[in-house]
């Protein structure tokens, strides 16, 4: 149970608040690298409008979404060399901000000079494009195990959670729900007599899930890299054959919304999907009628979060021994807060070149059993086929 | 006019706050029986999100929207038996809100005897489902002389508008409004010379209508505190009268569920059921009406245009107000006994006065237009059944 003041606390992430102060602290991803070509992108991130484009250098740029003149949405700009011109007045910025030209201002006026917009430091990897809004010096971007894997097939999905981003995260270490939301998906585990741990990793925690008569080999473990990151499989996408890796990245986009970057991996043959965006609208999901709730494994998370509340009333929650890991991920949040505010560098944050692959420990053997219907790591197999 | 405090006063319902304390004191419908089934139903009354549902005892169950583990809304949850289960981590409610079983917390752990939901009491009656949110003992639910008709055809509908429920109760009592709005729909009153005068009852109060030239009075009744009584031209050839009723339920401070009851004798016993629910700002249009506006919903058009909550601090109220002055007189000495832990006006405790008839009387005043779709589609829905059989 927390006070109305730390849930406010701990879900508002505009600038200036102290959880948007934490979470600026780390990379998080704003397109996907094959989205990011011709045109300028709108894109939002902790509450602030940013246009993300790809100019002549090839690099990526981020920075303010509106022109310092008259407030007009660069996303409608035209990308000249690796600059961005405003349509409105023809004002034209390099890819750090600075303002290059005012066409309407007098001959050797030095007005333009300044102007500058906010503008971000980016980084592509693995099929995504990170940017960093904190101060500098920009830790190390984790190069999570999914994202370096290379032969096989990788796919990203972009979907998109009308809640904010604090209920999906206690979603991941919330894992006593996955005997019951997704119960009927996955019979090994559904409705059984379950005993949870937590245990903390320089990444993060892991979530250690013992089922009654399972052996210690099958102990089914999914990990979560603070603070808005996990990682866990998938059935594989045909009986019998490698499980998929998957990597799912959260991005509070304002309080009250939040975008998923869903990051897919199978053995086997090399092949790039292209990029999948699906768009949904609170409380509209997929039916299964076979399923215990009615709604298809691909949208019972998105139920689950959305119907707590747009912003869970966490005044009114009662947590028993079974939701440790979100007490424990509240405490490290906790700690962030502290750290951020004396100076520090929160939980996590790689500065150490050696230490910027990070591994993780999942198993999830006991996925192997599945009910055949289904629409498993959000129609993964479905988008595999189409791209053979 | 009223002082911007005492508005707030008489339109604020949520928990805790004095008219939210008065308006539970008295039993609300929140659905409509036919509708009520083993899928749990989201609803919200009174500013609580609420979820309704029939297990096997077939007694309506009511209780908070959401788990007390993780607040997820239980309309997601799954009926078993009598109790309800939660569908992210399992926990299971009976229909007295009592937490029986947690399935993912230790064998033999006792957190679940301390967790029980908010829950409420039911009743049935007339195609309604009641409910009471108010403190023990509660008061006997009125059996009101339209849910008590069974002999005939019957229709029950829901709709949700986004209006302050305090505009729409004034509409009630506000009856010199009827020459003027509905005036091209009755044109025996339509723009004529009208005299009013209201009286109080024991079920609330009735509105008195003296039109010119007319012997007879119009009476239209007033439920306190959120109900009225009032007869429609007739339907089909039988030449029966309407009976209608229209309950108004606060979902919250800016929208209202009405339930429409209407019902007239009939060898056919039917029961229909519907929900109806009104975009704020758009209505039926007619042409030939004074306004260009169906009689259907020419009331919702007045009450959503006075505000979502009417500006009483604006207002000049005139002689011809003198409903609307007695009726907030009425909700003064309400809120006034409920301060002091009295009964507010017109709750029944005595079984013999649970039943409920009122003095409503339209007389000689039925003469109508034919290019007019009455009553929300009642007409044309029943004409459409008759047919069919």
């Not at chain 1, 503008?119 to 990170?130: D, I, K, N, R, T």
């Not at chain 2, 809100?97 to 049935?124: H, M, N, V």
């Amino acid at each position: 149970m927390l006070s109305r003041e730390e849930n406010e606390l701990l879900t508002r992430v505009g600038p200036a608040t102290p959880m948007g102060e934490v979470l600026r602290r780390y990379w998080h991803p704003v397109g996907c690298s094959e989205q990011v070509a011709g045109k300028p992108r709108r894109v939002k991130l902790l509450g602030e409008e940013l246009v993300l484009y790809r100019g002549a250098s090839g690099k990526p740029a981020l920075m303010q979404l509106r022109c310092a003149h008259r407030s007009l949405a660069l996303d409608y700009g035209r990308i000249e060399g690796d600059c961005l011109r405003c349509p409105y007045h023809g004002w034209l910025y390099d890819r750090t901000g600075q303002c290059l030209e005012q066409p309407a201002e007098p001959e050797g006026s030095g007005f333009k000079d300044k102007i500058r917009l906010k503008s971000y430091a980016v980084q592509e990897f693995g099929g995504l494009v990170f940017g960093y809004l904190g101060p500098e010096p920009a830790p190390q971007l984790p190069l999570y195990d999914v994202l370096r894997m290379r032969d096989g097939a990788k796919g990203v999905q972009i979907r998109n959670v009308n809640a904010n981003w604090l209920n999906h995260v206690e979603n991941i270490v919330d894992i006593s729900h996955l005997a019951w939301l997704h119960g009927h998906s996955f019979p090994a585990y559904g409705a059984k007599k379950v005993t949870y741990r937590w245990d903390r990793r320089d990444y993060g925690a892991d979530n250690v899930m013992l089922v009654d008569g399972v052996s210690d080999d099958d102990t089914h473990i999914s990990c979560y890299a603070f603070p808005l990151v996990n990682r866990f499989n998938v059935p594989p996408v045909t009986p019998g054959g490698p499980q998929v890796r998957s990597l799912l990245y959260r991005v509070p986009v304002d309080d009250e919304s939040t975008l998923l970057f869903f990051v897919r991996f199978t053995p086997g043959a090399k092949l790039a999907l292209p990029v999948s965006v699906r768009v949904d609208k609170p409380g509209e999901y997929k039916r299964l009628d076979t399923d215990w709730w009615g709604i298809d494994n691909s949208d019972q998370d998105r139920m689950a979060i959305e119907q707590q509340g747009i912003v869970a009333d966490r005044v009114n929650e009662h947590l028993g021994a079974s939701d440790g890991g979100i007490i424990l991920m509240r405490r490290m949040m906790r700690d962030s807060l502290a750290a951020v505010a004396q100076g520090k560098d929160p939980l996590c944050i790689i500065r150490d070149p050696a230490s910027q692959n990070v591994d993780f420990r999942q198993q999830a053997s006991l996925m192997d059993q599945r009910q055949a219907e289904g629409n498993y790591a959000g129609g993964f197999g479905r988008e595999l086929t189409a791209a053979r | 006019m009223l002082s911007r405090e005492e508005n707030e006063t008489f339109t604020r319902v949520g928990p805790g706050t004095p008219m939210g304390a008065l308006l539970r004191r008295y039993w609300h419908p929140v659905g409509m029986s036919e509708h009520v089934t083993s899928k749990p139903q989201r609803l919200k009354a009174l500013g609580e999100e609420l979820v309704l549902y029939r297990g096997t005892t077939g007694t309506p169950a009511l209780m908070q929207l959401r788990c007390a583990h993780r607040s997820l809304a239980l309309d997601y949850g799954r009926v078993e038996g009598d109790a309800l289960r939660c569908p992210y981590h399992g926990w299971l409610y009976d229909k007295s809100g009592q937490c029986l079983e947690q399935p993912a917390e230790p064998e033999g752990s006792s957190f679940k005897d301390k967790i029980r939901l908010r829950s409420y009491r039911t009743q049935e009656v007339g195609g309604l489902v009641f409910a009471y949110l108010g403190p023990e003992p509660a008061p006997l639910l009125p059996l009101f002389d339209v849910l008590r008709m069974e002999e005939g055809v019957k229709d029950v509908q829901a709709q949700k508008i986004d209006v302050n429920w305090f505009n729409h109760v004034e509409n009630i009592v506000d009856v010199s409004h009827l020459a003027w709005l509905h005036g091209y729909t009755f044109p025996s009153y339509g723009g004529k010379k009208v005299s009013y005068h209201w009286e109080r009852t024991p079920y609330g109060a009735n509105n008195v209508m003296r039109v010119e030239g007319i012997d007879d009075t119009h009476v239209s009744c007033y439920g306190f505190p959120t109900i009225n009584r009032f007869t429609l031209p007739p339907i089909d050839k039988s030449g029966e009268h309407v009976r209608a009723m229209i309950f108004r339920v606060p979902a919250d401070d800016v929208s209202t569920l009405l339930y429409f009851v209407r019902f007239y004798p009939s060898e056919r016993r039917t029961l229909h059921s519907s929900r109806r629910d009104a975009k704020y700002g758009e209505y039926t249009p007619l042409a030939s009406d004074w306004w260009g506006i169906n009689v259907n919903d020419q009331d919702r058009m007045a009450v959503e245009q006075q505000g979502v909550v009417a500006d009483r601090a604006n207002e000049h109220l005139a002689v011809s107000d003198g409903g609307i002055i007695e009726m907030r007189k009425m909700m003064r000495e309400s809120l006034a006994a409920v301060a002091e832990g009295r009964d507010p006006l017109c709750i029944i405790r005595d079984p013999a006065k649970q039943r409920v008839d009122f003095q409503q009387s339209a007389g000689s005043f039925q003469e109508k237009r034919e290019d007019v779709g009455y009553a929300l589609g009642y007409g044309e829905r029943t004409r459409e059944e008759a047919h069919a059989k």
